[in-house]
């Protein structure tokens, strides 16, 4: 009877054993289910390719663009060409007193700039080596200090001529050429020595006026100058200023009424000066020597005889040996006019014109009377 039994036991058993070799073989068959989604992931650097790409994306030629800012940036202003034609001049100076000639001031030094012209010369302001005792040259790069004269000064335009007493102390030194008057608003840049250090410097600035000023050196006479916003100091008188490889300038004054500004005598006035130092004698700018008043008043107009749309000014006293006092001699002579009358000749009206069309501000400053032209 225990026979049947067995026979359903053995089947249970069985199929235990089948659901739990099944179950078994799901488990391990459950990793290896997992694995193909690995495959369809291995394809992924294929989807990692576009942050390669990227760079191009990011346009990696844009920082190229800064390269010339930096390239540009450090541009130096010195230029070694001008830098070798400018040079140091020291000056042990000893000024009389003008009212007791016998009491003599002690020496003192003072320091300046120069540059190198035709000629072997150096070409300077008339303050830096007045009243000199001494003259000390220092070329560029050079510690000797080398002796030199001043052979011609004009203190009515500022400038000076000074020659080395060494025979071809300058023969292999570059000549600076002159250029022309710089326009306004443009860059020039004025070298030379200023007080605190003995190397060259050059400081860069824009022409911001170009009309007549008062030269400090003399404190009357009057000629065209260059403002411009370059500082310029004590030492660098004499230095050039540059524009385009040439001299437009001379630097030679600066204001305490304007911080960082300086002003130069233009080439026109250096060419006067030159031009007129070629025989030896430096003769100097023809000057009116008047005293005048202004004529704004309408009944001085009219006691002159002017129309109301005439302005101009009276000359009070006429020195006899400038411009003004050769004029009236000649008008005089001519019997045109008397003393009282030359002032008809410096009239102009509300609109700036003299008589004859030139403009009245230029001709009382520039157009001297008596010149020969």
Known sequence: ??????????????????????????????????APPANPAAPKPPASKPPATRPPAAKAPAPKPSAPATSAAPEPILDEGFEKSVV??????????????????????SSGTGFVIDGGLLLTNAHVVSDARLLLLYLHGDPTPHKA??????????????????????????????????PLRTTVETYGYPAGGDQI????????????????????????????DAAINPGNSGGPMIQDGKVVGVAFQGTDQLENTGFGIPVEV????????EDGRYDGYPDLAILESNLENPAARRRAGMRDDESGVRVDFVNDGGSAGFARRVINHDGRAGRGELFSYLCADSLGRTRDNGN???QFF???IGCAQ
């Open 88 to 109: 140091r001049i020291i000056n042990y100076s000893q000024r009389g007193d003008w009212f007791s000639p016998w009491d003599v001031t002690g020496v003192r030094a």
């Open 270 to 277: 250096m060419q006067h000066f030159l031009t007129d130092a």
């Open 149 to 182: 004269r001043a052979v011609m000064l004009g203190h009515d335009c500022d400038l000076a001529l000074v020659r080395p007493d060494e025979p071809g102390l300058l023969r292999n030194v570059p000549v600076l050429e002159l250029g022309r008057l710089p």
């Open 1 to 34: 009877m225990r026979a049947p039994l067995d026979s359903p036991a053995r089947l249970l058993t069985s199929i235990g054993c089948a659901l739990l070799l099944a179950l078994v073989a799901g488990v391990a068959a459950a990793p290896a289910a997992a």
């Open 201 to 228: 410097s050059s400081t860069r600035g824009v022409v911001s006026r170009i009309e007549t000023q008062v030269y400090a050196h003399s404190g009357v006479d009057r000629h065209v100058a260059i403002q411009t």
């Open 366 to 368: 520039h157009r001297f």
């Open 360 to 362: 009245f501000s230029f």
